[in-house]
């Protein structure tokens, strides 16, 4: 068994992150900005990285500067947006050939990180602003990037119970950003966020790979030139309270309903709490020997998909299955009777056990890839609470029946939205 | 047992096939924590025409049935499968292809104990009348998942409009009303024919001692009473080079209209080293007319006929092959004509050297990327095994392609009467 340890380097205006390995043939090099995801700008942040990886000053066309990276041997470059509690996250993520398994051993890793530095520290701006029509394409593609969120049901409904439960909490802001914001974008006010972003963000930058620390990191300091910043947080634990359950229903031209049960769990990434919580998800609805895949599905065949996952940084828990719009009653009566089953403790030891199992095997397979080592490091950071593999596993395994009983008693149920085919049987 | 060493990819494979005719393959992998196992029979949702084992008629089965069949698997009479692999730690799924059906845990403790699991819940099939009419609410509740999914029926509508008879033109899953004639006499009819150890492959891939496993699979396999058993029949009704239609469009509950075209291949009866060739040349010509480099896919983007889910793709089997292009587009007309266009022109025209040289580098670093992944190793060294061809020699056919090499592909490939159009709009 081989767990992953990871050496952070607190370098000027960002944490290195560096894992020696020689597993992988290639190397990876994510670099994370972070920051809480707020109405005024999240529309901004969300084009702003579509523009950096359009072109640069250098790659001054998409053609060029990707004429440039499939001569890195095929490097994977891409950005992605995604959420961690209340923090709205910006990954660049260049994935890059290791030549010692080349038959041509030219140096790859310099000019990747090289390639990267480029993108995010020089962009195609003339006189403080973006070109002009870069923007106009990248607003386009990006209005029809939120648009087409409905057109995918099981996204769209994992979107709209987080609407409606978190409704007036900056987590309900999609990634995204807002449609009828996307036109107030200008060439200069983008500018002016980028440079906001790039001063303020906290940053993370990972490397796994067969790499020395010491060779890396005075010539990444050289070529990351961030500023020194204090860094904007967020209080994780702030958790609202449940007044009433809230049950929406909205009916569009599909076959199949799509059901999605928020739960508030009033634990967070780094609680004592929370490892018990991990394996209260894992009997009640995270795996195929879960309670809500073993009663939803193989007793009743109701759906073939009935499954539970954590919003680790928020303290959601939230259950989504694919049903015939009649059996809206018979589904949510079992998902809602499972969750007080694991309030009363009634689940077996064999439960708690290959939950356990399957939690820890979870976790080494996670490491078996450079991008799950990245995520599982990033926890931390998100958390600002530093929690050694090693340590998770052994906390984890430690668990009691009753510490999950007690995990399960903090959980409330909040919201219930069904996205139906029709309109009776309410 | 056979070694078979790639000195440049510093990898290592071990091959034995067994005396019952399984074909069994061991990669080992240090450094890593999990062990990746896949058992895969040569029986997909095409293989719906054949003579049963012990039979001597040609039957047809009903649409879906292999997959069905790979659902029903994992029940016995004393529970779930699912919840053996789980008490080891391991997590187990399955999947069925238009051509195979493969059933695989990932396991990072006791991974002995879940190969034997898998081996033996594979080879020891328990189908009752019951369990059967059971499933049919649960595999219902898959279908309607998928016609709901606009990629989906994108994907298959370009499908059925190339294809006049061949079955690749079923849904893998079956219909609703196909699935609803299947009985537990029919699984075992398919069970029995299909997987014989001589029409299947075990591999494994992870931080193993190859010998010691070895031992273990013969042991368990020595075990087992299986007869000789000469190869399937199966059958497949002639299919003209010609597509079935030219467009079609589907009209569904989205807001952003999508538009693929597709192209049907006619070198489809090849295997082997030939058939990886061609299936590399493909890629390599449909990557220098579309990738994010390529100066259509600039101009298709500032003209506003695509995003960024504009992608494209390959997929040749023994029998059937086929090329798709396309997204999301606010305009699937313009982007249909456009598309078009560039094939057509690219017919008879060269690519640079250069943009080859860059394409192949581009290749060879995806490769690279995907040894990283076991999953990857074990399911395309299978799909590769059973269409005659070597994962390993990827890269030195790449390397061995030329300009020439990609516009005979080209030439081949592209024929205005083998396009057909799908596109989905709003209702």
Not at chain 2, 70 to 77: A, I, P, R, S
Not at chain 2, 80 to 109: C, I, M, W
């Amino acid at each position: 068994m081989s767990v992953a340890t990871e050496k952070i380097t607190k370098l000027k205006g960002f944490q290195l992150h560096t894992v020696k390995t020689d597993k992988f043939k290639t190397n990876n090099i994510v670099v994370k900005w972070r920051t809480p995801i707020k109405k005024e700008n999240v529309t901004h942040r969300a084009i702003l990285p579509y523009i950096l990886q359009n072109s640069t000053k250098k790659y001054n066309t998409t053609t060029k500067l990707r004429t440039y990276v499939e001569e890195l041997y095929g490097a994977t470059f891409f950005i992605d947006l995604s959420k961690k509690g209340e923090y709205h996250i910006v990954s660049f993520t260049l994935e890059i050939a290791n030549e010692k398994f080349l038959s041509d051993s030219s140096p790859l890793l310099k000019k990747g990180l090289e390639f990267l530095s480029e993108v995010i520290f020089n962009p195609n701006v003339e006189n403080g602003a973006f070109d002009q029509t870069i923007l106009n394409n990248e607003k386009r593609a990006l209005k029809q990037r939120i648009q087409s969120i409905y057109d995918d049901k099981m996204r769209y409904s994992n979107q709209r119970v987080i609407d409606v439960m978190c409704e007036n909490e900056p987590y309900a802001l999609s990634v995204y950003g807002d449609k009828d914001e996307v036109d107030n974008i200008t060439a200069q006010s983008l500018y002016q966020y980028y440079q906001e972003a790039l001063d303020e963000d906290q940053i993370d930058i990972f490397m796994v790979g067969d790499l020395e620390t010491e060779d890396v990191t005075s010539y990444i300091e050289n070529l990351f030139p961030f500023k020194e910043r204090e860094g904007k947080t967020i209080d994780r634990r702030n958790f609202t309270s449940v007044e009433e359950v809230k049950e929406v229903r909205e009916v569009q031209d599909i076959k199949q309903g799509k059901l999605n049960m928020g739960f508030r769990t009033n634990i967070v990434y780094g609680d004592k709490d929370y490892y018990a919580l991990q394996i209260l998800n894992g009997i009640y609805g995270g795996f195929s020997h879960s309670k809500l895949f073993l009663n939803v599905r193989e007793k009743e065949s109701l759906a073939y998909y009935a499954a539970s996952r954590l919003e680790s940084h928020k303290g959601l828990l939230l259950v989504m299955s694919g049903i015939d719009n009649q059996n809206y009653e018979k589904a949510v009566t079992i998902i809602k009777e499972q969750m007080e089953l694991m309030k009363k403790g009634e689940f077996t030891d064999q439960e708690i056990m290959q939950t356990k199992a399957v939690i820890h095997n979870q976790m080494l397979e996670t490491l078996d890839t450079s991008r799950g080592m990245i995520e599982l490091f990033y926890h931390n950071s998100v958390s600002d609470k530093y929690v050694e593999i090693g340590e998770w596993l052994k906390e984890m395994s430690k668990v009691t029946r009753e510490e999950i009983v007690a995990s399960a008693q903090k959980i409330d149920l909040d919201t219930i939205y069904f996205l139906t085919g029709s309109e009776g049987n309410a | 047992m056979e070694k078979i060493p790639f000195t440049q990819l510093q990898e290592e494979l071990y091959y034995e096939k067994l005396d019952n005719g399984l074909k069994v393959y061991i990669l080992p992998k240090k450094g890593f924590n999990k062990t990746f196992c896949t058992f895969t029979t040569n029986y997909g949702s095409i293989d719906n025409h054949f003579v049963p084992l012990d039979g001597s008629d040609y039957v047809k089965v009903p649409d879906g049935i292999a997959h069905f069949l790979e659902h029903k698997l994992f029940e016995k009479e004393h529970g779930d499968v699912f919840q053996e692999f789980s008490k080891n730690g391991a997590s187990a799924n399955a999947f069925t292809s238009f051509t195979r059906t493969a059933y695989l845990f990932s396991s990072t403790s006791n991974v002995e104990n879940n190969l034997e699991t898998l081996i033996n819940f594979v080879q020891e099939p328990y189908f009752t009348e019951k369990t059967v009419e059971k499933e049919k609410g649960i595999i219902g509740q898959e279908i309607t998942m998928y016609d709901d999914n606009p990629d989906w029926r994108l994907y298959f509508g370009l499908i059925e409009n190339m294809f006049v008879n061949h079955p690749v033109k079923i849904d893998i899953a079956g219909t609703i009303e196909s699935i609803s004639h299947i009985t537990k006499d029919m699984l075992y009819e398919c069970y029995h024919t299909f997987y014989h150890p001589s029409n299947m492959l075990l591999f494994i891939v992870g931080p193993v001692d190859p010998e010691e496993y070895m031992e273990k699979i013969k042991a368990n396999q020595g075990k087992k009473d299986y007869q000789n058993h000469s190869e399937v029949k199966r059958k497949f009704e002639n299919e003209p080079e010609h597509v079935n239609k030219e467009k079609q469009v589907l009209k569904m509950n989205v807001h952003t209209s999508k538009c693929l075209v597709g192209i049907k291949a006619i070198d489809v009866n090849q295997s082997g080293s030939e058939m990886l060739k061609n299936e590399l040349s493909i890629n390599l010509l449909l990557d220098s007319l579309f990738s994010e480099s390529s100066d259509n896919y600039q101009n298709l983007f500032q003209e506003g006929l695509i995003d960024d889910t504009f992608s494209y793709d390959y997929t040749q089997e023994h029998g059937f092959g086929f090329a798709m292009i396309g997204g999301d587009t606010s305009n699937p007309d313009g982007l249909e004509k456009a598309i078009k266009e560039i094939l057509i022109n690219a017919k008879g025209s060269d690519i640079s050297e250069e943009t080859l040289e860059r394409t192949k580098k581009k290749k060879i670093g995806a490769f690279l990327r995907s040894i990283n992944s076991p999953e990857y190793i074990a399911n395309q060294f299978t799909r590769y095994a059973f269409n005659e061809m070597d994962l390993f020699d990827v890269v030195p056919t790449l390397e061995s392609i030329t300009v020439d090499d990609i516009k005979t592909a080209a030439n081949r490939l592209i024929e205005e009467d083998r396009l057909t159009t799908c596109q989905v709009i709003p209702k």
